[in-house]
């Protein structure tokens, strides 16, 4: 069987052979967009990663009579309450944040990663949210937030009564000609010509309702967290030349398909300018942008947190942090742990998206002595303080913990923590283990309050909120010598 590295070596050398970056499908640069959707696919099918994805919002949710009366009170809702387009005002700062929020001590629902800025930045915003699993948390810490829940409303109201977007018998050949090599190549079946459409007919409707919002409100910069999943507000933001800022929201950039392109391809609806944790990610991703377009910034949130917990005592604990790709293969290693270290106290963090499935997919944990965290009424960041040891794969994290001096062990079983975490294990003391019994004796031979000689500072810059206002201020000053 084929490690993760041999599979992501196939599949971008089938992209190089089958020049998916120039493929024109309804005068749209089709792959630089689906990218990454097509890859997880490609994951999935090979079984690098686990298929726990989330139910969400689809159109297959309303079937039944009470499912449409549903969704006619939601958009009705929509249209009255949170709408964008009641908006009457011009705002300088345009954030699209992120919409899976983290409750705190306050009882309030963060982003964790917009939040502390607006918090500190005195300026005009607007805050945009996508729902998330189909319902937004409230309340916010965000003031002024505004949902783009109608946009999506307005696109199932239009897959209902017309065909969408059309595409050319040449085009359908095409797509059916690089699916037909992916499934004699890579060995898959992927349904591209349903990703495309499916693609195609939505841009087709929010691009017109983002341009109209944007000139509506009319921003220097729009400030997005997870650019990848939302190319057309990018694509939108680029039609009126308004410029894109993407704020860093996790640690695995490298070799990353939404991150790291090839050199020679021209791009489409990538952000102008990266604001990244730390130097260490600058110096170790390419990020198919000017050197000047990429600032080290930090991580406000998880400067607040560590001020909170930096001082709490460390207790002979082992936290492990879990992810749908890996959490099968995490939990037992979890739970042998229990049984052979019974000295350690065993914690294993769950991913939000596991938090409801944990029972029935990793059914071993239920009588392991293992403490099963599904909730955050406990701050991670009060866990990661309070543990010696910390095990994971890819997660952010992974990178979090060190803040924290946390002794890290990666699982490495089929090669995803060597590849997608070698610039982290190069550059730190981060070391990886693949089974049992070498973590087993890692943890025995541990010794408590031992001082790690990891340089935080490179890959968390600190007095972040201070570095992102300078960052801005640059950035403004660029587009004004621009324009």
Known sequence: ????????????????????????????????????IVYKEFLREKGIIEDTRSQTFFLSEYKTSYKYARFLYEFVSDLLIKNPYLTTSSYELCFFGHSRRKKREDNYWWDIYSDPIIEDLE??????????????????????????????????????????????PIECDKIQQITDKFSSKLEIQIDLSNIIKGYLDRRQVSRPMYI??????????SIVVAASYNTVFVEACKELD???????????????????????VSLDVQPDYHFLFGKFWK???????????????GFPYLEEEYEKYSN?????????????????????????????????NIVYKLHPKENNIWKREYPWLIEAPVTVIDDDSTPLYKHLAESAIQVGCNSTVIYEGLIFDLET??????????????????????????????????????????KGTIDTDYFFNPNAVQNIEAALEDVIKQENNIN
Do not use: C
């Not at 110096?283 to 910034?297: A, N, S, W």
């Open 312 to 344: 709490l005592d460390k207790k002979k604990q082992v936290i492990f942090i879990s992810q749908p790709p890996v959490g099968s293969k995490l939990s037992k290693l979890a739970s042998k742990i229990g049984e052979r270290n019974p000295e350690y």
């Open 242 to 264: 308004i410029p894109v800022v993407e704020l860093q929201h996790g640690g695995s950039h490298h070799r990353n398909p939404k991150y790291v392109f090839p050199e020679d």
């Open 409 to 450: 062990y990666l699982l490495d079983s089929d090669g995803t923590a060597s590849m997608r975490m070698k610039e982290l294990i190069d550059n730190s003391s981060v070391s990886t283990i693949s089974s049992i019994d070498e973590l087993s004796q890692k943890v025995s031979q541990h010794t408590m309050n031992a």
């Open 123 to 168: 300026r005009d915003y607007i805050y945009f949210e996508k729902p998330y699993q189909g319902v937004h948390r409230t309340p916010t810490r965000t003031n002024n937030i505004k949902y783009l829940d109608l946009i999506r409303d307005i696109g199932i109201i239009s897959s209902k009564i017309s065909s969408g977007v059309s595409l050319s």
């Open 283 to 297: 110096d170790t991703v390419d990020y198919h942008l000017d050197d000047e377009d990429v600032y080290t910034v």
């Open 1 to 36: 069987m084929m490690d993760y590295e041999e599979i992501h070596g196939e599949f971008l050398q089938l992209e190089d052979e089958l020049d998916l970056f120039s493929v024109n499908i309804n005068d749209v640069y089709i792959w630089e967009r689906i990218r990454i």
């Open 212 to 221: 109209r919002l944007l000139k509506q409100i009319n921003p220097k910069i």
